[in-house]
C-alpha cells in the first residue's frame, strides 16, 4: 500500500493540488484522470522519487516495488530479447518464455527477437521498455499514456495483461474505453483536489457533475436569503417595534454559510467549419499501390470511394501503411500506380500526428493560426485561439514553451483556420486530455464532410465509424460495415495465439457468447433504468419544492413590508413565522436532496459495478 498525505506542489506560482491525502491499496487498479497541466504526470514523478513534494508526504514500504516505464532510450543487449530478459527477477532469469510472450503481445514477431534494439523505431523502443517493466512483475505498475505508442491489438493485449495483473496499477491514459475496461478505481485531479472512488470514469464524472449543481444551486439559492434578509434589516433597521426581527435576521446572516463561486474550468469547445459540397464522392482511389525505395509495398492494387458526408476508419497494426494510405489521400505522396481522384470542389484537412514539428518555435500561438490561411485577420485567429483554450495572453505563448498536447491543439486549430468539407485526420487523440478527446468526438460527429481517420482509440471507432479499411495479415481490404460488425464477423487474427496463452481474453470465446453479453447487458441496462427513474423522480419534485418555498418567501417578504408600512402588527407576526417556516422547509429539503443525491449515486455505482464484471473475465 501507498499512502499520500497532506500532499502540496506547485510550479512557478501556480499551485497543481493542495493539501491531498489518498492511498493506493492492495490490487487496486487505478486510473488516474484529469486535465493536462493538472498534475498527473508530476505525482508519478514523485512516487517514483523523481519529484519532490512542497509539502507532505508519499510513504512506499520497504522492499516495494515499482516499474515505471521511461521514455529516455538506454539499452546494454546486443538483441531485444536479451534486453527484455534484462526485466525478469534474479530468480527467473532463465524464463526466456516470459520475455517472449510479453514481447509478442506488444508487437514485435520471431524474427525481431535476435535484432539489436536500436534498429527499431523510437515507439518500438518504448514498448521493449514497457516489456521490460511488465516482466519485473513489479508491486506496482505506473504507466503514462502507454498507448501513445502501440497499434490497436497491441493495446487489446495489454487489456487483456492489465486486468489479469494481480499486483497494483496506476494508469494515465487518454484513452477512456481503455482505462475503464482495466480499472477497478478513478483517481481524479480537479480543482486541486483529489478523490478516488471505486468504479470507472463515467462515475467520477457523473459524481462530480451532480455535486458542483447542488454546490452551485445552492450558492445561488443562499446568496438570494442573503440579499432578502439584508434588505429587511436595512430597511426596518431603525424602526424600534421592529427590533426583535431585525436582529433574528442579523443573527441569521450571520449563520449562514458563504460558499464560493466556482471558477469556471476551460474546456476545448470548437466545431470543423463545414464548406458545402453537392457531389456524391469526394475521393476515388483505383489500383492503387505504393512502396517506399528498398522495402515491400505496403498498399496493393485497391480501390476505396469516399463518400460525401461518410466516415471511414483506417485500423490495423503499425508498420503496415495506415498513415502512408492516409497521405497519399491527402495528396502528399504520389502513387506508384493507380490513380487517385479527388472531385474539383472537395476542400481538404489534413490532421497529422507528427505534424507538430511543422510549427515554428519561435511563433506564438496566434501567429502560428495567422499564418495558417491567406485571407485569416487577427480578429479570427483570436477566435481560434480561445476555442483551443488559448484565451487572452496564453494565445501569445511561443511554441517552444508549448506541451505536445498544447501543439496537437494549435495543430487543430490551424485546421479550424478555413472551411474544409473533407477531414483526413492520424492519430488526432495522442497528446490530448480526456475531456479534450471527447470533444474533438463531438467535433467529429457534427462535421457535415467526410473523414478518413486513422486511430487505434476503440471508442471513437465504436461510436463514428461507418467503413473500415483494415491492414491485417500483410493485406489491405475495405470492410463494410461498424467497428462492431469487424470484431463479431472478422476479429483480430493476431490475437489468436493470446487467446491460446495463460492471459485471459476480454473478448468473448463465440457469437453464441457474445450475444448473450449483449443481452445480459442490455437487461442490466434496463434494470438501472427503473431502479433509477423513482430516485431522479424525487430529486426533481424536491428540487421543485425548493424552487416553491424560495418563490413563496419572495412572495411573504414584500407582504411583510406591506404590513409594516400599514403598521400591522399582528399581520407581520403571522408573515414572519411562515417566512421561518418556509426557511427551515428549505433547510430540510435541501437534506433530503443530498440523501437522494447520494442514493442516486450508490445505485449508479452498484449497476457500473455489474456492467464492470460482465465486461472482465473471470
Known sequence: MIAIENLSKSYGGQSLFEDVSVKINSRERIGLVGRNGDGKTTLVRMIIGEETPDSGVISVPKNYCLGYVRQEIAFAEDTVLKE???????????????????????????????????????????????????????????????????????????????????????????????????????????????????????????????????????????????????????????????????????????????????????????????????????????????????????????????????????????????????????????????????????????????????????????????????????????????????????????????????KSRVMLGKILASPVNFLLLDEPTNHLDMDSCDALLAAVDAFEGAVAMVTHNEMFLHAIAQRLVVFQDNSIRVFEGSYQDFLEKVGWTSEEACEKSDVPDTQPANKKNKKEMRRQRSEIIAQRSRALKPVETRIAQTEALIEQNESRIRGLNEAVMQAVESQDGRRIAEISKDIHGCERAIEELFEELEKLSEAHRSLQAEFDLKLSELDTPS
Not at 370 to 399: T, V
Request: net charge positive; hydrophobic share 40%.
Open 84 to 406: 527484455a530478459m534484462r526485466g525478469l527477477p534474479i530468480s527467473e532469469n532463465d524464463q526466456t518464455w516470459k520475455a517472449e510472450k510479453v514481447l509478442f503481445g506488444l508487437g514485435f514477431c520471431e524474427r525481431d527477437l535476435n535484432r539489436r534494439p536500436d534498429e527499431f523505431s523510437g515507439g518500438f523502443q518504448v514498448r521493449l521498455n514497457l516489456a521490460k517493466v511488465l516482466v519485473s512483475e513489479p508491486d506496482l505498475i505506473l504507466l503514462d499514456e502507454p498507448t501513445n505508442y502501440l497499434d490497436i491489438t497491441a493495446i487489446r493485449w495489454m487489456e487483456r495483461f492489465l486486468v489479469s495483473w494481480p499486483r497494483e496499477l496506476l494508469l494515465i491514459t487518454h484513452d477512456r474505453s481503455f482505462m475503464d475496461r482495466v480499472i477497478t478505481h478513478t483517481l481524479g485531479i480537479h480543482r486541486k483536489k483529489m478523490r478516488k472512488i471505486e468504479g470507472p470514469t463515467e462515475k467520477y464524472y457523473a459524481q462530480i457533475a451532480q455535486e458542483e449543481e447542488i454546490h452551485e444551486k445552492t450558492r445561488i439559492n443562499d446568496e438570494r436569503r442573503k440579499k432578502e434578509i439584508t434588505l429587511f434589516i436595512s430597511r426596518f433597521r431603525a424602526k424600534a417595534r421592529l427590533a426583535n426581527m431585525v436582529q433574528s435576521r442579523v443573527k441569521t446572516l450571520q449563520k449562514m454559510r458563504s460558499l464560493d463561486k466556482l471558477e469556471e474550468l476551460k474546456t476545448l469547445d470548437f466545431s470543423f467549419r463545414t464548406k458545402p459540397f453537392s457531389g456524391k464522392y469526394v475521393l476515388r482511389a483505383e489500383a492503387l499501390s505504393f512502396g517506399y525505395p528498398g522495402h515491400p509495398e505496403l498498399i496493393q492494387n485497391f480501390d476505396l470511394a469516399i463518400a460525401a458526408g461518410e466516415r471511414v476508419c483506417i485500423v490495423g497494426p503499425n508498420g503496415r501503411g495506415k498513415t502512408t494510405l492516409l497521405k497519399l489521400l491527402a495528396g502528399l505522396l504520389k502513387p506508384q500506380s493507380g490513380k487517385i481522384v479527388c472531385h474539383p470542389h472537395a476542400e481538404k484537412g489534413f490532421y497529422e500526428q507528427t505534424n507538430i514539428q511543422s510549427l515554428v518555435d519561435s511563433r506564438s500561438v496566434e501567429e502560428e493560426i495567422l499564418y495558417s490561411f491567406p485571407d485569416m485577420d487577427r480578429q479570427r485567429a483570436r477566435n481560434i485561439c480561445g476555442a483551443m483554450m488559448f484565451e487572452g495572453d496564453a494565445a501569445l505563448k511561443k511554441i517552444a514553451v508549448l506541451s505536445g498536447g498544447e
